[in-house]
C-alpha cells in the first residue's frame, strides 16, 4: 500500500497513532502523519498523539485538501467503506489526483497481531470470562428474570462500574429465542429447564473479547463448557457443537486455509444431521473492531498465520424450539492455537 493514505474509521486511526474520536481524519503523506479535529477534541488529542500533527479545524474535509495539495501528492489510498458518497464527492471535488480505493485495508494491515496487541485480547478475554462468571452469581441469586432483565443487568456487570466499556450489546436468550443467531431480548421468564444463550464482550484499552457460552439452567447456572441438560435433545445438539467447536480448534495452525477450518466444523454438523441449522461462518477477527480480519468461511481462503486472531463459533439453530452456540476467540501460535 502507499505510504500516502487517509483515515476515517475510528479504529483505524487509533491504530496509527494511540488516539481516536468521532469527528476526526488521518492523514499519512510523503512519511508526515496528521490528525484533524475541531475544537471539541483537540485538547486530549495533543495530550495523547505523539507521532502525528494535531490541527484543529472546522472544517475537517477542507483542510485535509490543503494538505493534499501542499505536499503535491499524486496518488492516494482510501477506504472507501468508511466515507459516504457525499464525503469523497467532498474529498475529491478540486483535486487532481489519483484515489485509490482500498476497502478494509487498516483492518489487513492489523490481520497480524503484536505481541502487545495479543497480551491487550488477552486480559480482554479474562475480563470477559470473569464478566460471565459475575453474571451467572447474579442469575444464581436473582428469581424469575427475563430476557430484557438478564439483558440489562449482563450490560452493566459486563460495564465492570464503567472500568469497562461493551464490544457489542450483549445477547440474552431462552429457549426458542436462542435459535435466531442474533436474537433481541423479550420478556420470556428463565425457568428451571430452560437453555439460555449468551454472547457478550467487553473493551479493555479498546480491544475486544467475545465469548458465548449456552447454559442450562436449574434454579442455578454455569458457564463453563461442561453443560449437562436433562432434555435429551439439547444435550446431543450440545454435544455435537462442542464436539465440532473443539475439532476445528484442534486443527488451526499456521498454513491451513480459513475456509479448512470452517468446513472441519461444518461437515461435522452437517455429519451429524444439522448442516441446513449452521447457517453463519465458524467465526471473524477480533481486535480493535469486535468483527475484523480473517474471516472463518466457506468461501475465505485465507492462510492461517501466526499471530492472528479469531473466534470459533459453530452454532446449530431449530427454529421454533432452541439454539447452541459455543464461541471462544483463539490466536494463531508457531504449531496450533491458544484459546484466549
Known sequence: MSSNFILKNEN????????????ALYLSLKDECFFITDARYSIEAREN??????????????????????????????????????EFKNLSSSLN?????????????????????????????KLGEKCFDDLAKFI?????????????????????????????????????????AHALPTKTKLKNGDLLLVDGGIKFKRYCSDRT??????????????????????????????????????????GILACEVDSIARDFIAKNGYGKEFFHSTGH??????????????????KLKEGMVFSVEPGIYLENEFGVRIEDVVVVTKNGCEIL
Open 12 to 23: 483505524a486511526i487509533f491504530y496509527e497513532c494511540g488516539y481516536s474520536c468521532d469527528n
Open 49 to 86: 498523539i505523539k507521532n502525528a500533527a494535531v490541527i484543529e479545524s472546522n472544517s475537517l474535509i477542507k483542510d485535509a485538501k490543503k494538505l493534499i495539495k501542499k505536499f503535491n501528492i499524486k496518488k492516494i489510498s482510501f477506504d472507501p467503506l468508511s466515507f459516504s458518497v457525499s
Open 97 to 125: 489526483l489519483n484515489f485509490k480505493s482500498s476497502p478494509n485495508f487498516s483492518q489487513k494491515k492489523r490481520e497480524i497481531k503484536s505481541q502487545r496487541e495479543i497480551n491487550l485480547l488477552k486480559e480482554a478475554a
Open 140 to 180: 444464581n441469586e436473582s428469581k424469575n428474570l427475563s430476557e430484557e432483565e438478564i439483558n440489562f443487568n449482563a450490560q452493566m456487570i459486563f460495564r465492570q462500574n464503567g472500568a469497562l466499556n461493551l464490544s457489542f450489546e450483549p445477547i440474552t436468550a431462552i429457549n426458542a429465542n436462542a435459535a435466531k
Open 213 to 254: 457460552r449456552t447454559a442450562f439452567f436449574d434454579n442455578k447456572l454455569n458457564f463453563s463448557k461442561d453443560q449437562i441438560y436433562k432434555n435429551q435433545k439439547h444435550q446431543e445438539i450440545y454435544d455435537i457443537v462442542k464436539e465440532a467447536q473443539y475439532q476445528a480448534i484442534k486443527a488451526i495452525k499456521p
Open 285 to 302: 477477527g477480533v481486535g480493535l473492531d469486535i468483527h475484523e480480519l480473517p474471516i472463518i468461511s466457506p468461501k475465505s481462503k485465507t
